[in-house]
């Protein structure tokens, strides 16, 4: 079974690797971001369980360090503030947290990053829903279909599988490059 799975996320990343549309649009989110930064903008992440993880963890490679010591990025996972969000969950309701917090902290011009592997979890659909109501920007990372994302997103980074393990270690590998490459834009290439 452990060959098989490596076999398998090595299958989905060759696809990706193929994908010159795909590529393009990876190139496309490091530049909306790049150029959302440079304006004074921020990136704001969502996502569910393990796209929650992922969200945490791109918003923290911004926000932190990538490769470089360099100055902080304005980055940020929509959950890091749980009394918000259990707040509105009790108020309101579970799926209109990540849209209230983007209603909040959202500017025109900023960029809204979801995550979602189906691209169907109405909380991430209502927060993108949002944020396009506020003229930011949208870029969906998910599975192969998109979901009802594709439809909201400026950029949308869709994984070649319906796989959810593999579609999240996609997301991180995507996530990763445009990271990468916008730390590049902005400071320099590591060891420049």
């Given at each position: ?30 530049a909306l971001i790049t ?134 270690e996609a997301h991180i ?20």
């Open positions: 079974m452990i060959r098989k799975r490596i076999t398998e996320a090595l299958d989905v990343k060759q696809r990706i690797l193929e994908n010159d549309q795909l590529i393009a649009k990876i190139e496309l989110a490091a150029r959302t930064y440079r304006e004074g903008g921020k990136v704001l992440f969502c996502g569910n369980g393990g796209s929650a993880a992922d969200a945490q963890h791109l918003a923290a490679e911004l926000s932190g360090r990538f490769y470089l010591d360099r100055e902080p990025l304005d980055a940020e996972a929509c959950h890091v503030n749980t009394s918000f969000l259990t707040a509105v969950a009790n108020d309101y309701d579970f799926a209109s947290g990540y849209a209230r917090y983007v209603k909040a902290t959202g500017r025109k011009g900023d960029v809204l990053v979801g995550i979602s592997t189906s691209g169907n979890s109405e909380n991430i659909v209502k927060a993108m829903e949002t944020a396009r109501s506020k003229n930011m920007h949208t870029i969906a990372m998910t599975g192969e279909t998109g979901g009802k994302l594709k439809a909201l997103a400026d950029i949308l980074l869709n994984v070649p599988s319906t796989d959810t393990p593999r579609i999240q590998l995507m996530g990763h490059i445009f990271c990468e490459i916008v730390e590049n834009n902005l400071f320099g290439q590591p060891g420049n």
